[in-house]
């Protein structure tokens, strides 16, 4: 089964991408050229055992993006290596995800957030069992969802709302009690256009 994992996303990395944002389906709002990024890492871990994928539910008590569904990660801190260390620290941090049970595949384009992160996905096959610790205070749940249903394209929908003053657009893959959708959304459409061309 993880062999089969790790053939599918090593594929779904050959095939074309491109970088993605908040912005894709709102191409009325005009970027600055001058902004500046601040770099981030997510992890995409798929669970050999289980073929889903880890995401997490943030705690409401967050002063930004209280109760979304998010991947375990966050920004690049000044000692991390690589954006690859950034979100293997993350996911230690914040679901207890010990570093060696990650088999790193690769890295996808980079997303670009409405908070002005420039988040990069790390792609990753989850092998063997770990205890799962939900970061007190930050993640107020740990769950997964099947990879084949977040690959496949036609699990995902735009849906809209009044933000700023305008309306705007953004995919959407609920999932049971689960509303993923935004940035988090975004990435997982990446990847099923990859996985499912």
Do not use: C
């Amino acid at each position: 089964m993880a062999t089969d994992l790790h053939h599918i996303l090593s594929n779904a990395l050959t095939r074309p991408g491109g970088a993605s944002s908040d912005f894709d389906l709102n191409p009325d709002i005009v970027l600055p050229e001058s902004r500046t990024l601040k770099a981030a890492a997510v992890l995409i871990g798929v669970r050999a055992e289980t073929q889903s994928v880890i995401l997490t539910k943030r705690s409401s008590r967050l002063k930004h993006h209280p109760g979304q569904i998010a991947f375990p990660g966050g920004k690049q801190d000044e000692t991390d290596s690589s954006l690859t260390e950034t979100a293997l620290r993350e996911a230690n941090e914040e679901i207890g995800l010990p570093w060696e049970n990650a088999s790193v595949i690769g890295q996808m384009d980079a997303h670009e957030t409405v908070t002005g992160f420039q988040v990069s996905p790390i792609l990753a096959v989850i092998e063997g069992s770990f205890e799962v610790k939900p970061e007190q205070g930050e993640v107020e749940e740990v769950f997964e969802v099947p990879f084949s249903f977040l690959t496949d394209p036609k699990n995902f929908r735009v849906e809209s709302r009044r933000w700023q003053g305008r309306r705007r657009h953004f995919y959407v893959a609920p999932f049971g009690p689960y509303y993923i959708w935004g940035a988090t959304a975004r990435m997982l459409r990446g990847l099923a256009e990859r996985v499912s061309p």
